[in-house]
């Protein structure tokens, strides 16, 4: 009877506690089963696989009936009968509790594997395009491109266009079972973590080229088991769902090679300027031994790390027989050439200035922006130039370590700019975020004020000692010249006549001259105003004597003509807006009249440009502390400052001197190409050298009329003395 029990009890029908976990069991594994459905079929239908194998495992069968349940229970009251031993049976039933136990616990970790710490790709989710980090690139005007920031995408390159000894190349080094494993490669995950266990932290990944690609897409770069988990189950993921080549192919259009560029189309142009389609042997390797740390590795950044690394993979060729010990050798021998894109450091001044005003005119877009500029890309190279040729050591030892410039065409649009000597060194943009005083280049709004109130540059003052509210300003040379007109005073930049001037037209109509001009720093009417005593920016400072070149037409600066994202669709089209009048067609010349004169006899002679018409004004401030020249043609208007970021005194550096001579510089070579266009009011004025010179005429004159008068014959009041 006991044996007939015991058997009932274990069958599939039996109502013990192995039973009762067994259809706990099964239970719990159809409910992983319904949990898997949800994750796909597959897993759904491996579950209930596992539930099917428990049950036949345990043999159950249903729950048994009330009526045998409570003979059941009488039975369990009953001890066994003697002779047949107690703690065997339970030895069994704990055993059989613990399997069951065990299975539960794998079905759940499969569930939590597949279900909670594998992250699931959306449906139909683009793998070229999945997680792209946003870029930013600048073109010129004439659409070539000037620089990017962010990551830089290639253009996708299939397998069969590109070299085998490149494919090679990264198969040798990153993967070489690439084509046997299904995504992960047991051997290289065992390596990878003994060599973790003993050194008691991640110091080897073991990662296929699979994982790689899976940990590109859609991971970080944390280096924890919890990630290298996902990304081994991602990796099965896209095996299941992709073949060896389609894989093969993102991983190479997809993967970081450095410097801001993502695939080996993007890397081969950042660094040889070539498609990846065209590389050399030696050119392959390099790109093929970035992925270990494309940061640190950069070519440009650091080439003989590169160069070393690629000697790395050149040997890994070899011993998987790609290449010839010859072709090594070659390889070696003549290392690939960095193409060099310093002049790109330069475009960081005027980049930093387009990126965040681009990004608020597309609206906040996400993704990539590609930002049609006005720059020009010669007269951009023409800038850079101009300021390293005349800052330099020498110019330093005279304590002018720093210099910006800035240059429009008269419709407004930014044609170059300089920040500074180096980007790299400093990203402070002088050009438009450095506030200092102007000193006399700020005059031309004074003399603007002074002829609106009925002045003419003919109109004269006195040069003498000058006393204004108990301010007495002193010219830059010592003494005073007397009377001179303005287009003297001009020339030479005489301090007391330009205060004269802005008291005769009043301190509120200069202030609101340079206001209606383009200037937006704050302006306050005080005397000091004559001679530049407020804090502009370059950038503005040079737009408001764009009026002067177009005739009093005032255009709104602006550095963007068009906006477009990354499937090329315009987000943002610069509008031309009519030009503002800002002053009449007459003072416009007349001002032009003025400034003429300080490059043709006045303190402006070293940015004369020969026989092409300009016109400009130097500015120094007390001490040295800054130098300006801004000056235009009839095409552009350009405006330079030289000084030190610390507001540290130069050593009589005027803006006569290097700025005159940086601007010169750049304005020859800006206009190389440039018809040569008349410019009205660019004429010599009557100096008073040359009055004086027609006062002793008329003094000879008056004087042999004399002689005449008194008798008529001039050689008989010789004979009579």
């Not at 005003?357 to 590609?370: K, M, Q, S, T, V």
């Not at 002074?450 to 108990?470: K, M, N, R, W």
């Not at 130069?650 to 010169?664: F, H, K, Q, S």
Request: aromatic share 8%.
């Amino acid at each position: 009877m006991d044996r007939k029990a015991k058997k009932k009890d274990a069958a599939p029908g039996g109502t013990g506690p192995l039973a009762r976990a067994g259809r706990a069991l099964a239970g719990a594994a159809r409910r992983v089963g319904d949990a898997f459905a949800a994750a796909g079929a597959d897993l759904a239908a491996g579950a209930r696989a596992l539930a099917g194998d428990v049950a036949r495992i345990l043999r159950l069968r249903p729950a048994a009936k009330p009526a045998e349940r409570g003979a059941s229970r009488e039975r369990r009251g009953k001890r066994p009968p003697a002779g047949r031993p107690f703690w065997p049976a339970l030895a069994r039933e704990a055993a059989s509790v613990c399997v069951s136990l065990g299975l539960a616990g794998a079905v759940g970790g499969l569930y939590l594997a597949f279900v909670l710490v594998a992250p699931r790709p959306e449906p139909g989710a683009d793998l070229w395009a999945v997680n792209r980090q946003p870029s930013i690139v600048l073109l010129d005007r004439n659409g070539r491109e000037l620089a990017a920031r962010g990551a830089r995408y290639g253009a996708a390159v299939a397998l069969a266009d590109l070299p085998d000894y490149l494919v090679e190349a990264f198969l040798a080094t990153e993967d070489r079972r690439f084509y046997e494993h299904r995504g992960i490669d047991l051997k290289g995950t065992l390596r990878a973590v003994w060599t973790n266990l003993r050194s008691g932290e991640v110091v080897e990944g073991g990662s296929t080229i699979t994982q790689q690609l899976a940990r590109n897409l859609f991971l970080s770069f944390e280096q924890t088991y919890a990630r290298k988990a996902r990304e081994a189950l991602l990796a099965l993921w896209l095996e299941g769902r992709l073949s060896k080549d389609e894989i093969l192919s993102l991983y190479l259009n997809r993967i970081y090679l450095g410097a801001g560029a993502y695939g080996i189309e993007s890397a081969a142009r950042t660094y040889f300027d070539k498609s990846a389609k065209n590389v050399t042997l030696a050119e392959a390797v390099m790109l093929a031994g970035l992925p270990k740390a494309p940061s640190s590795l950069a070519p440009t950044q650091n080439p003989y790390g590169a160069q070393n690394r690629a000697n790395v993979v050149l040997e890994n060729l070899r011993e998987t027989g790609a290449i010839t010990e010859f072709e090594a050798r070659e390889a070696r021998r003549n290392p690939p050439v960095i193409v060099n894109k310093d002049g790109e450091a330069d475009i960081g001044y005027f980049f930093d200035y387009v990126a965040a005003r681009a990004r608020e005119l597309a609206g906040g877009r996400p993704g990539d922006l590609i930002v049609t500029t006005t720059l020009d890309a010669k007269l951009q190279r023409d800038a850079q130039a101009a300021v390293k040729a005349v800052i330099g050591t020498e110019t330093k030892l005279m304590g002018a370590e720093q210099a910006a410039l800035i240059a429009y065409d008269v419709n407004g649009a930014i044609r170059a700019m300089v920040g500074g000597l180096s980007y790299i060194e400093s990203q402070f943009n002088r050009a438009v975020q450095a506030r200092r005083q102007p000193g006399s280049a700020f005059k031309p709004f004074v003399y603007v004020a002074a002829l609106e109130a009925g002045l003419t540059p003919e109109s004269s003052f006195v040069d003498q000692p000058i006393d204004v509210d108990g301010w007495r300003p002193k010219n830059y040379t010592e003494g005073h010249q007397g009377r001179m007109r303005l287009t003297e005073a001009v020339a030479k930049s005489v301090n007391t006549i330009a205060v004269q001037a802005s008291e005769y037209a009043g301190r509120e109509k200069v202030a609101e001259a340079a206001r209606r001009l383009g200037i937006r720093s704050d302006i306050k009417p005080v005397a000091s105003i004559a001679l530049g005593g407020v804090n502009v920016t370059l950038d503005e400072l040079t737009a408001a004597y764009i009026p002067f070149a177009r005739g009093g037409l005032r255009p709104e600066p602006y550095f963007i003509e068009r906006i477009e994202d990354q499937n090329l669709e315009v987000v943002y089209q610069h509008r031309d807006k009519p030009p503002e009048r800002v002053i009449a067609p007459e003072i416009a010349e007349q001002m032009t009249h003025l400034l003429y004169q300080v490059m043709h006899s006045g303190t402006g002679r070293a940015a004369s440009l020969g026989a092409r018409p300009a016109a400009g004004k130097t500015g120094t401030t007390n001490d040295w502390r800054d130098a300006w020249f801004v000056g235009y043609t009839a095409q552009l208007v350009a405006g330079v400052w030289v000084g030190n970021d610390s507001y540290t005194p130069m050593d009589r550096v005027t803006g006569g001197t290097l700025p005159a001579e940086i601007w010169r510089t750049f304005m020859l070579a800006a206009h190389q190409n440039m018809p040569r266009r008349p410019l009205k009011g660019a004429y010599p004025a009557v100096t008073y050298a040359d009055e004086m010179a027609l006062i002793d005429f008329y003094r000879d004159v008056q004087r042999g009329l004399r002689d005449v008068r008194r008798d008529g014959d001039e050689r008989r009041v010789r004979r009579r003395r």
